[in-house]
């Protein structure tokens, strides 16, 4: 089992036990830097309280855990608008948002989600309803309209 992960497994009920959700984790290297960083959902908003919360509790948890045995800094932070929407959670949480769909082929698909199951998203493009398997996707984002 890779770090993100093991990290996942061990934090995320936890995580959700303090009221927000984690909607993803990752383990960077910037520059020199090692930075570990964890997003955080909480309906209403994340604010810097919620942030602050959460990064004293994982301080506290990594340190028990020590899976990272080098240096790093740790992050925590809401998801913003550009990453990609990778679980059912976030694709359901953003259901009434036009989405970017980039597929494996190169195809790019502006769209609404109107069913998210197992193995396929039923996406409604301008009117017209069609069918993406999700082993097809490459990545779903926000699409930001100006």
């Known amino acids: 089992m890779d770090l993100i992960s093991r990290l996942k497994e061990n934090l995320e009920t936890d995580i959700n036990n303090l009221g927000y959700e984690l909607v993803d984790c990752e ?54 608008l550009s990453r990609p929407l990778k679980t059912d959670r976030d694709l359901e949480r953003n259901k009434d948002e036009l989405l970017n769909v980039k597929l494996k082929n190169g195809d790019v698909i502006l769209c609404h989600i109107k069913e ?12 017209e309803d069609f069918k993406i398997a999700k082993s097809d996707i490459k990545t779903i984002k926000i699409e930001i309209v100006f």
């Open 27 to 80: 383990f960077v290297s910037e520059g020199k830097n090692k930075i570990l960083r964890f997003f955080i959902y909480k309906e209403g908003g994340v604010t810097i309280d919620d942030c602050e919360k959460v990064s004293n509790f994982l301080n506290e948890k990594l340190d028990e855990l020590d899976l990272i045995k080098s240096f790093y800094y740790l992050e925590v932070s809401s998801p913003d």
């Open 116 to 127: 998210i199951k197992d193995d396929y998203l039923l996406l409604d493009k301008e009117g």
